[in-house]
């Protein structure tokens, strides 16, 4: 450890030191970020380019009085350090007590727990509000950028900032690249902005009625205090546009005199890969979106890379064929499996729209209008981002728009970042047909009939870890008949006829059905009927009434959850009948970054705790008889 | 009718008429709008605003091989009179026959089922690339003004299209006002673009990197013929920004020139209000946004505007002792019961922050973490807008945000304006207390507790017709019992004792719960329980539970979607239990201008069907036994 950084416990310690020893923190920290991320993983490269603002930002203003919002907050990991947080970073029996994001629970210093994009603006225009109906004083900052900025939330806070007016800093982290790529005509103003330090005349912020400034060197601490100090206590809003380095510090290119400190940094506007040749990751890390850690090394694709590439094989294979098929991701694709290899060579067939979820469905759905076939693939958690287009212009309009739906069910991930409610979500809109393939052979028939036939709007929830894991093991569990791969799954597939005791196991759940199945038959004796229903908006009606004639207790489980989801529509089915039943899923509730063994065990969905349980209702059930 | 509009059934019959028979069309179809709106009802000020530019679209371009894209498509009443279909304008027998949005269930010459902001840029960037891949010639056209250029779909639009390029028009209707007020710096620079002709510095289009032209008379159409002759066929996208006036050709205010034909016109930018005083309103039409039809003469305030008027009232007393006490309406304030005099009154209490419904959520997470109380208000079809921000910044950081939800249930409405399913998407998410007060006293007592003690997350479903009648018929089912005012609802309300089956009547279905307990115990001599849950997010566990010993069947009604909604998650709570369940809802569908009548009966929730459908359920379980 640098003994400088050693001695920082609160921003209160930055500012008795003189701007060699911001420099010397600056450069400790850098050290201790790229070490860190070698190790835990991390957003290393936005990370890597906050380092001198965010020290800038604790040196000038005084937090938590004044306050400081970070959009997303993937970039703050040096606002972290500085505020009581560094043994997290510096010592590895600590890496995994925080989260990646700002997070109130941590620290007085975190207004907020954020992970999705562009509200910073917003929610500092909202405390600035209250500031002013009540008389304070505090400088209200929000740091946006590395892509945020085209968001739709952004665009309307910055809109509204101009009107509020009144003290409102929103500092602009420009670092000339979004998480993958940055996209839209705003990236080529800022382009120009940089290129005229500041000067240009499309000018997107003043366009929108705020103040202006421009730092053209980003990553260099006096510059950066001098520019804080300026608008320190505004009495309007204002934007500072900071020109900062993804990456700083990684990599190959050319040496820069950034500030005192001289270090290395990969060069030209037009690489949007640092090569971290000696950092585990999968090639060059996609433009430092991601630093997989040293665990990672060897591991094999998680199911989101291997069925997104396998999705991405089987759509490319169709392009010269179909001039209309189009890949459409809203940033993040290399986390999908959508590789760089693929988008260079898909060409037009593949669209990064930029982390604009909205405008990727609206997209989307005016392709499906013109004839075109049009799929958006990107997180669960995202997807809820465009809600409204999914119903009114997908839905409603009847677009033939496929979406794969990645990252799903219950897992351990930032409270931010959850896929368990995806399915609940979409099963909620009218006029989307949703499906849950049980195998990587199921899900290529399926979306091949969305991307076919179809002609309408259809979610695909791509497979999870627990089916990779069958498949891996050479013990698939249903594969698709390949003469029934032009059919709309509307009929579900019984895998195994029992009696008594149905289990219906949809998706990424089925493993777990067929081992409760089996543990069922051993504890019991009973061989209970075992469903894939791989189909989750409505219920086959035919197949749930064949079973009340054999089966006194139907069990769903699902991997998502429970409340508002498919099994409770199952129950509601059955509730004016004599067949009794019993809902797995996960609770209604949040979770950060809580081991998936324990979020499993607290839902009663291991196959011990789910045996009892069968066990259990069939006792009562016979004690009612 | 004037002889010329006759002659129109396609926009063919256009090319062939000179300027001044264009000129006496555009008054025709003016003339010929007022009468609508005055009798039928409608977006009369916006659609005043339009005819010149779409006579002049419709005189350049060639729909529908050309397409025209209107953004909301509130504001396409005159290219409905020009392709086809002016006989549902003309013949008061057909006034109902159309939607008052762009349906291509109506004609080819519309591409889209819109109702929601911002998007018309999103579907025109769609349809120009599926052109472009498969090598067509067609002009893209974006309509979009009226308040909608705000909202964050629209900016991710408009940045994309720039990326993308090719032909692309976007028509940005620039008629000084949105729907009530525009909001935000983009409506100062577009005003200093007026002002100066076009040519000043801060130019939001350009500053996005679109190709940009003015015209400033945009009622003049030989102007906008000359400017769209311009664009027609455009290698590039270009914004044309055209300065309509809202509103034009009624109301008081200077005479001014419009092209030929000289019209009457309110003056003035300042003015947001054209008083009508010879058309049904109530008091001056906001902005025009909605013109009462004849039929509404005399009628009383519909549950929104009734109970909208009551939260606001309750709220002002306590405004000068509530700095932060602050109501956030993203547009359309009025038909919510948020007047213009409160408005005024409320001062920095009130805030329209125009249609951004993602902001107005962030913003009041905002206030709510700097200690103040937001409250927001709109229809439950635009809260969908906001669900990402909802579930982040409202639900997951526990903010402190009421939202009242208006316009709900099942009702006859546009298919994009549908208050169906809002429950279902309230409560899939986690975090929040969702309540369905019964009584508007009820109302209060929530509101109360939402904006006092509970400083958390909080949605109240603003009671709806039901319940209005039958407090205007001096028959109030249920009023919060003072002494328990402070308490979060989390207790069901027991009605009336009965036995054997228990009715679950939720929020507005309530009195239709009461109706049918009446029926069945004349029906068949029992005498049902009757339960007012008034919450929907979470089950009261205890009362179900009690339950259980004296009722065979518990029956559900709420007034929206049954599938993912509460219902089902009672029927799964029983899933095991010896008690059957009923649950009442509408499908999952969408409906667009259907009678409530029809839907209620097609849904089996009369009091008829319900009965049968009990006793049925009653006679199954007996043959069980």
Redesign the interface.
Known sequence: MGKLLDSIDSPQDLKVLSLEELNQLADEIRQLLIRFCRRHGGHLGSNLATIEPIIALHYVFDMPHDHLIFDVSHQAYTHKILTGRRRAYTDPEHHEDLSGFTS?KESPYD??????T??S??????????????GGKANIIAFIGDGSL??????????????QGGNLIIVVNDNEMSIAEN????Y??LAALRASGGRS????F?????DYRYVEKGNRIEDLIEAFRQVKDTDHPVVVHIHTRKGLGLGQGSQRQIGPTSITQSDGQTSHMTPLPDLPAEGPVEANHWQDGLDSLGRLPNSRKTYGRMAMQALEARFPQE??L?VISPATPLSNGIDPDFRQRAG?HY?D??I?E??A????????????T?VVATSATFF??A???I???M???GSAVTLLVFSTGVAKTD??HSGA?DM??M?????LTCLAPTSGTEFLDMLAWATGPARQPVVIRVPGERTLATERAGKPIATSDPTTGGEPWDHYRILQEGKTVALLALGDALPLGRDLADSLERSTGLKPTLVDPHRYDSLDEQTLDTLTGSHS?VVTIEDG?????W???V??Y?????V????FGAA???NDRVPKTTLLERYGMTVPAMTRAISD?LT?EAS?I
């Open positions: 109130p207004d907020f727990m954020l992970g999705h562009g509200t603006i917003g929610l500092a225009c909202g405390m600035a509000a209250q500031r002013d109906a009540t085209s968001s739709g939330p952004a665009f309307e806070g910055l809109n509204w900032a101009a009107e996209h839209g005509g705003l080529k103003s005349s499309d000018n997107p003043r366009a929108l009625g705020l001039p209309g189009v037009n669209r729209v930029g604009a909205s405008h469905i609206a997209y989307a759905a005016g392709i499906a209008k013109a004839g075109g049009p809820q981002r809600y409204d287009q119903e009114q212009e839905a409603l309009n409270a931010t409610a609940v979500m099963r909620g809109i009218p006029g207790l959850q429970l409340d508002g989801g099994g409770q529509a129950a509601a059955y509730g004016p009948s004599q009794h039943t019993l809902a209604k509730e949040f209702a009562d009612w």
